[in-house]
C-alpha cells in the first residue's frame, strides 16, 4: 500500500493537462494498466491486466485519440514534476544532465502513418540492413541514487515519415531542438548526444538559450587556432580562422598528454591519456573545448563541448552516461512496451515495402486531419508508457527499500548499492495493487473508477475486488 501512495504523489500533478476529471480517471487507468501489465499486446494488455470489462477497451483507445488529453501540457508537467521534486537529479557545474537519441521502432502495419523504410545503422549482426518503422527521437534526464545512474525518460516524438508542407525544410536536427524547447526547463542543463548531434543546428539554439552541448565528434573533424590580430588593422574583414588542427592529431601531442584516473563508472584502477585543446570550431564559429581520449583498452575518442569551463574529467564522465538512454529504450520496449501501438488507419492509403516519406500536401484536409490524429494517438501512447516508466524509475531511485520490500520474490543478480530495475518495480506494484483497490485507497475515487468497471468473472478481476 505504501509503494502506491508513492505512486500515486507521482501521479496526482498530471492532472492538469486532461479537461475532465473522467478523463484524468482513465488515463491514470491506462498508467497503471503500463505498470503492472504481464504481456505487451496493445491495449487488450491493460484490459486483462486490471481484469475490466470488454467495453473498456474502446474507452481507452477512445483517450489515446481524444484532444481533452493534452500532450504537450502532459509532456511540460512530466518534465517539470522530475526537475521540481525528484532529489537525486544530477548536476554537473550546477546545471541538469539531459540525453537526448533517436530510436527505430520497427512497425508492419501498412496503413500506419508515418511508417518508413528505415536503415539500421547498429553494426550487430542481429539487425537487419533495413526495416519497416517509426523513426523516433526521444530525451531524458539523469537521476542518481545509491551507486546507480539512471535515464529517466521524459518525451519522445515520431520525426520521420509524414510531410505536410513540402515548404517543411526542417531536419531531425531542427525538430530535436524543438523537443527540448518543448520541455520547458527553466534550470541550465547540458545536453549529451553522440556524433550525429555535433551540428550548428544544436550547438547554436542552445547556446543561443544558455546551454551547452556534450558530445563526440568524428576522427576526421578539424579545428582552428585563432588567427593572431595585427597590431595595426589593415582594410577588410580580419581573419578569424589561423592554422587548420585536424583533431586527430592531438594524440601526437607527447608534451601536452595529461595521465587521468579513469572517471567511467565502472572502471576503478584504470589511467587514461588525455590531450585538451580550446580551438575554433567552424560549423558554429566559436571557441569550443575539444578532449582526445586513450583508453588502454576501448582505444581513441575525441569529445566537444561547448561549455569552455568545463573539466576534461567531468566531460569525460558525462559523455559515458550517454549509454543510458540506451538502456532506457531496451525497457521500454521490452518491459514497459511504450512503443508497441497497433493503431491502424483504416482509410490510409497502403504503403509498400518500399515506403518512404508520406507527402500529404496533395491530399484532402479531412485526409491530414485524420493522419493529424493518429499521429497524436500514437504520441499519446508514447507519452503515457514514458511516463509510467518514469514514475517506476523515480520509485526505484526515491523509495528502493520499498521497492524491495514489496518485490517479494528473488534475484540471482541482486547486489547492494543498485537500483531496482523496471522488471522489479513492475512486479511489486502487482504484487500490492489489490490494497491499492481497497477501501482505504490512496484516491478513493480512483479505486471506486475501477472498481466498477472490473469483470467479476475474470479470474484478476476477482483477486483485485477480493
Known sequence: MQLWIHWWKWCAPLRKACARKRTFLWMCVILVGFCVREDLWGVTSFVRALGLQPVCYDRLLDLFHSSALNLDTLTRLWAMLLVNFHPGVLTCNGRRVLVCDGIKVPKAGKKMPGVKRLKQPS???????????????????????????????????????????????????????????????????YVIADAFYASCKIAL??????????????????????????????????????????????????????????????????????????????????????VAVLHPTRGRIILMTTDLAMAPLDL?????????????????????GAYLYHFWMADMVSITR??????????TDSYRDAVRRKLAAYHRFIQLGLTAQGIMLALATTVPQLVWKSFGSWLRTLRTGIVPSESVVACALRNSLPHFLTDNAVDPDLA???????????????????
Request: a positive charge; one cysteine or more.
Open 354 to 363: 518500399k515506403a518512404r516519406d508520406q507527402y500529404l500536401h496533395r491530399k
Open 123 to 189: 553494426e550487430s549482426n542481429t539487425k537487419p540492413e533495413s526495416i519497416l518503422g517509426h523513426s523516433c527521437q526521444a530525451v531524458g534526464i539523469l537521476v542518481q541514487c545509491l551507486s546507480s545512474v539512471v535515464c529517466i525518460p521524459l518525451t519522445a516524438r515520431i520525426h520521420e515519415g509524414v510531410v505536410f508542407s513540402n515548404r517543411d525544410q526542417r531536419t531531425l536536427l531542427d525538430k530535436m531542438i524543438e523537443l527540448i524547447a518543448l520541455l520547458a526547463i527553466p534550470d541550465d542543463f
Open 205 to 290: 539554439p542552445l547556446l543561443r538559450s544558455g546551454q551547452h552541448l556534450v558530445t563526440r565528434v568524428r576522427n576526421n573533424a578539424v579545428g582552428y587556432v585563432p588567427a593572431p590580430q595585427p597590431e595595426r588593422r589593415k582594410p577588410g574583414r580580419p581573419r578569424v580562422y589561423g592554422k587548420k588542427v585536424p583533431l586527430k592529431t592531438l594524440f601526437d601531442r607527447s608534451q601536452d598528454t595529461q595521465l587521468l584516473p579513469s572517471p567511467v563508472y565502472g572502471e576503478s584502477g584504470v589511467e587514461l591519456c588525455v590531450w585538451t585543446a580550446d580551438l575554433l570550431w567552424r560549423p558554429v564559429g566559436l571557441l569550443v573545448r575539444f
Open 316 to 336: 569525460i564522465r558525462l559523455y559515458g552516461y550517454r549509454f543510458k538512454i540506451e538502456v532506457s529504450f531496451k525497457s521500454a520496449l521490452r518491459v514497459v
Open 448 to 466: 471506486k473508477f475501477i472498481q466498477e468497471k472490473l469483470d467479476l468473472e475474470n479470474t484478476n478481476a476477482r483477486r483485485l475486488a477480493a
